[in-house]
């Protein structure tokens, strides 16, 4: 049965970090790649970032660059997403998504940004 599971959100004020993390379960793990998106309250779902299959590739949406790093340890089945100078406007469900010819979306862990 294939499972990703998001966890490590949470509420967290403006300026801190969080990690998020996604458990890969029932596909070969290594052989996918893998992203993250978000969707803000009332709006849709946006691309975060994307990081290939052996981790030697990345890319961001403007909004998070700099800010925010995808990393992946295929021997554990696990994508990290590190949350930096968190803002306001990076409230949202965090999703992870696995693909190769097939695509599997995880259920999402709510992140909260305020004071």
């Known amino acids: 049965q294939v499972q990703l599971v998001e966890s490590g959100g949470g509420l967290v004020q403006p300026g801190g970090s969080l990690r998020l993390s996604c458990a890969a379960s029932g596909f070969t793990f290594s052989t996918y790649t893998m992203s993250w998106y978000r969707q803000p309250p009332g709006k849709e779902r946006e691309l975060v970032a994307t990081?290939?299959?052996?981790?030697?590739?990345?890319n961001y949406a403007d909004s998070v660059k700099g800010r925010f790093t995808i990393s992946r340890d295929n021997a554990k089945n696990t994508v990290y997403l590190q949350m930096n100078s968190l803002k306001p406007e990076d409230t949202a469900v965090y999703y992870c998504?696995?693909?190769?010819?097939?695509?599997?979306w995880g259920k999402g862990t709510l992140v909260t940004v305020s004071s």
């Open positions: 998504k696995a693909v190769r010819s097939v695509t599997f």
């Open positions: 990081i290939t299959r052996a981790g030697d590739s990345t």
